[in-house]
């Protein structure tokens, strides 16, 4: 599955922005997908995860309770609601998804990746 992330930009501490990851070229309901961020001179980190079918989720502390993953898989769609935008979530995000019925938070297990959208939050 080919993954298209998009949605980044400027935003003011406090404000909220939605991501999105549009997949092409598989049969998405088949895909846990996840978003990952990684910011300059940092690896790359597990931000939520959902599963193939919408039943499981899982966040990451640093935005658990601000964030909120959901998916469409009739769009062959995953978003990434973000709320109460912190200048620390400044950041490269990227979607990612692997063929399973199980969700997971190392990156390494992903074999499909999007190109990335850039989040900027000012204080």
């Known amino acids: 599955v080919q993954l298209q992330a998009s949605g980044g930009g400027l935003v003011q501490s406090g404000g909220s922005l939605r991501l999105s990851c549009a997949a092409t070229?598989?049969?998405?309901?088949?895909?846990?997908v996840a978003w990952f961020r990684q910011d300059l001179g940092k690896g790359r980190e597990f931000v939520a995860v959902?599963?193939?079918?919408?039943?499981?989720?899982s966040y990451s502390d640093s935005v658990k309770a601000r964030f909120t993953i959901s998916r469409d898989n009739a769009a062959s769609r995953a978003d990434l609601q973000m709320n109460n935008l912190k200048p620390e979530d400044t950041a490269v995000y990227y979607c990612?998804?692997?063929?399973?019925?199980?969700?997971?938070?190392?990156?390494?297990?992903?074999?499909?990746w999007g190109q990335g959208t850039l989040l900027t939050v000012s204080s």
């Open positions: 990612a998804a692997v063929e399973s019925t199980h969700i997971t938070t190392a990156p390494h297990v992903y074999d499909s």
């Open positions: 070229g598989g049969t998405f309901s088949r895909y846990a």
């Open positions: 959902i599963s193939w079918d919408g039943g499981a989720t």
